[in-house]
């Protein structure tokens, strides 16, 4: 668009340039005065026309005192015809000289070809344009193959740091380790340590990966190679893969430094998945990724950071050792953290004296950093429209508002009754499985919202575990139901927010009988066969082996399993109820309880027996 604009103004401006020479040249001569036909009659038969230069339709005639008059005539129509019309001595009209005056060639050419031959001019003028235009996009394909990574040098004023980003505590702390890396990396090669080459970052749209990786490049000092997953694929076969190609060469150059693929699932989805077109070129592309970052030495210092917010597309190949082994999570903001985000982006923003950014924290349960910042600057210019030299309170609330209703809006905002509903269901499952010895232990309690789910329960084995026992799986449904018996005992009803809990459990009771043999009345055996059926994504198709009468033990064995689940929950919330209690307390004062806070209220976790 810009170009074409471009393009009229140049044939603007050769237009004007033409008009003026044409006019300058047919406009020739000094300035006479133009007079009517009839006065130059009466000046002939005065006397007192010395000589009439005819130069095309016009007349220049040269008086006798020496001054000069111009008449016009029509085109075609001949001197002598036009004084035939008029009274005039033919006497005295032979004796005033007459010149016909030959047309100079350029003014010629002008006035009888330039009319014809612009049209001609201009078509070819936008040909040309066009061509080049084309010429242009075949220059660019020829480059194609060329990464067009973006080089963020290391410029000391404008570096992205760990500063910029707040809050995400955990995840800078694993990050830090590479900005080590890339700082030092003698120190860890002197050990024979293996510098880590790939780094995911796994998180919600808008929760800061693409500036945490850029701040990683800015703590170390090094250039940042900054490319979307979908950069890669583009309409030619095979250029993904040589961008891949010249992006790793551009990294050798300039290592240390690090490699940031962002969106990496538009090209690391599961390969042989799908019968889109593109998928030929993604699966090249991705080979690609994979071969240069198994290629590149360990001595090299170049780490690749790639993010997605789809982290169950990824093709598992990314994820082994020596690729991306490392993965951070980056969380929704929690309350502290909202509050942190808001004050890093507030910095250059004149808030009014009365404005607590605390209070916008709490109002906006939910949201990721990118809305925070986008709240901040949506109040900025509802500030300047109303051509205020501050931000108030008034206006930071309207921006609420506007991002939330805005059609970006994904995260959701709990109201009251929603926040102590999902206090009561988290804390519900963090209690059951803090009281289980066989549960995992609570690392972490929060009613924020996060995918469907109203808020979340985070556990972790406390030692890595390979193997799990039929008790480990019933208390594992223990705990996902815990929060639909909490619901039904405390408000009389239960929600919705309670289905994936249900479906979790009800498929890990499937498993326990169709697939670990742990039912004792259908044997070990396993039933059905799993077949995975790849269509447009991911999909598993089940083929039955077993009979109508089997399915129904099977269907009565899961229920059977439930129940035992149910039973042992039950047991726990009866016995705890004062704890429940404490917990829902704090949630709705935190949002979030961490570990210690957590271990606080609840006491030391009951060991195994
Ligand atoms: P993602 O890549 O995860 O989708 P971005 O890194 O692009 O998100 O974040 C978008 C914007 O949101 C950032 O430019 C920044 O202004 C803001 N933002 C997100 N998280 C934070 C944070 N933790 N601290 C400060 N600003 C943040
Ligand atoms: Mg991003
Ligand atoms: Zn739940």
Known sequence: MKKLIQNFLVFFVIFLLIAAVFSA???SGKKSQIVGIEELISHINNDQVSEIVIDGNKLNI?????????VLKESGESLSDLIRNYQVDTEKVLAVKTIVKQESSWAYFLVNVAPFLFP??????????MMRGVQGANNRAISFGQSSAKDFKADANNRT???????????????QEIVEFLKFPKKFHELGAKIPRGVLLLGAPGTGKTLLARSVAGEAKVPFLHMSGSEFVEMFVGVGASRVRSLFEKAKKVAPCIIFIDEIDAVGRRRGAGLGGSHD????????ILVEMDGFEPTQNIIVIAA??????????????GRFDRRVMIDLPDLKDREDILSVHAR??????????????ARTAGFSGADLANILNEAAILAARENKKEIVNEHLFEAIEKVMIGPERKSRVINDKEKKITAYHEAGHALVSHFLPDADPVHKVSIISRGSAGGYTLKAPSEDKHMHSRSEFISEIAVLLAGHLIEKKIFGEVTTGATSDLRRATALARSLVTDYGMSDNLGPRTYGEKEEMIFLGREIHEQRNYSERTAERIDEEISSFIKQGENKAVAIIEKHQAVLEKIVEALLAKETIEKDEFELIVGPKPIVA
Do not use: C, H, M
């Not at 740091?161 to 990050?175: I, P, S």
């Open 25 to 27: 040249l047919t406009d």
């Open 348 to 361: 250059k923003k004149p808030l009014a004296k009365n404005v607590d950014l605390k209070k916008i924290a």
């Open 120 to 129: 001609f001019l201009i078509i070819g003028f936008f040909i040309f344009f």
């Open 62 to 70: 040269s008086l006798r005192d020496s001054s000069q008059i111009i």
């Open 308 to 321: 997605t917010n789809r982290p169950d597309v990824l093709d598992p190949a990314l994820l082994r050792p």
């Open 281 to 288: 070129e993604r699966e090249q592309t991705l080979n690609q």
């Open 161 to 175: 740091t760990f500063k910029d980003v707040a809050g995400a505590k955990e995840a800078k702390e694993e990050l």
